[in-house]
Nanobody
Framework: QVQLVESGGGLVQAGGSLRLSCAAS????????MGWFRQHPGKEREFVAAISWSGSSTYDADSVKGRFTISRDNAKNTVYLQMNSLKPEDTAVYYCAADNRLRRPRVGVRTADYDTWGQGTQVTVSS
């Protein structure tokens, strides 16, 4: 069973940057796509970005396109989310997730495409 541990959240001013990391263990990390989701208080978890198992393709939500970048280092079993030009509306708990399908041809954007989740890390952007 894979385990995911996020880090890198915190408090930042609008316009600033943060980099989230998600360390994976317990499964062949390089064979599964990875995703980042976020959850605002009182709302459902929403897709942010995903990266294919090989790292060759990525997909971003429209709300973060051009500001956030997902990447992975399979040698370190880690996926990253670089967040630039942060806005107050980016304030949320961010979760990384591991795909439930081995070598999925296309990255998934639904929570149902992922079967393992980290504990979440809080990102707060002040105005």
């Amino acid at each position: 069973q894979v385990q995911l541990v996020e880090s890198g959240g915190g408090l930042v001013q609008a316009g600033g940057s943060l980099r989230l990391s998600c360390a994976a263990s317990g499964r062949t990390f390089s064979s599964y796509a990875m995703g980042w989701f976020r959850q605002h208080p009182g709302k459902e978890r929403e897709f942010v970005a995903a990266i294919s198992w090989s790292g060759s393709s990525t997909y971003d939500a429209d709300s973060v396109k051009g500001r956030f970048t997902i990447s992975r280092d399979n040698a370190k079993n880690t996926v990253y989310l670089q967040m630039n030009s942060l806005k107050p509306e980016d304030t949320a708990v961010y979760y990384c997730a591991a795909d439930n399908r081995l070598r999925r041809p296309r990255v998934g954007v639904r929570t149902a495409d992922y079967d393992t989740w980290g504990q979440g890390t809080q990102v707060t952007v002040s105005s």
